[in-house]
């Protein structure tokens, strides 16, 4: 069974950047869906960005993250990143790694992702 540590989390001023980390361990992830979700206080979480194993690497992205957030992965660290540039305030939450997505199933769908990691705090202040 695969174990996901996310890493990178913190406090930063709006406009500044962070790079988040999720290490697998356990076996590889190189040929799982992968992405990255978050959660803000009081709201439900919330699909940030996806990456898919395959050849193509298809990459997806919400519309709130788009062209400052970037996704990628390094398959012989069995890592998954996301950079966070020009952040601001609302993108204040708990982000999450999540593995294993169902075939066929949306990027954006929470629910067909099996495996999470525990969560790394980001924080952006005004």
């Known amino acids: 069974q695969v174990q996901l540590v996310e890493s990178g989390g913190g406090l930063v001023q709006a406009g500044g950047s962070l790079r988040l980390s999720c290490a697998a361990s356990?076996?590889?992830?190189?040929?799982?869906?992968m992405g990255w979700f978050r959660q803000a206080p009081g709201k439900e979480r919330e699909f940030v960005a996806g990456?898919?194993?395959?050849?193509?690497?298809?990459?997806y992205y919400s519309n709130s993250v788009k062209g400052r957030f970037t996704i990628s992965r390094d398959n012989a660290k069995n890592t998954l990143y996301l950079q966070m540039n020009s952040l601001k305030p609302e993108d204040t939450g708990v982000y999450y790694c999540?593995?294993?997505?169902?075939?066929?199933?949306?990027?954006?769908?929470?629910?067909?992702?099996?495996?999470w990691g525990q969560g790394t705090q980001v924080t952006v202040s005004s």
């Open positions: 990456v898919s194993w395959n050849w193509s690497g298809d990459i």
């Open positions: 999540a593995a294993d997505k169902t075939p066929g199933s949306a990027y954006s769908d929470s629910e067909a992702f099996i495996t």
């Open positions: 356990g076996r590889t992830v190189s040929t799982s869906d």
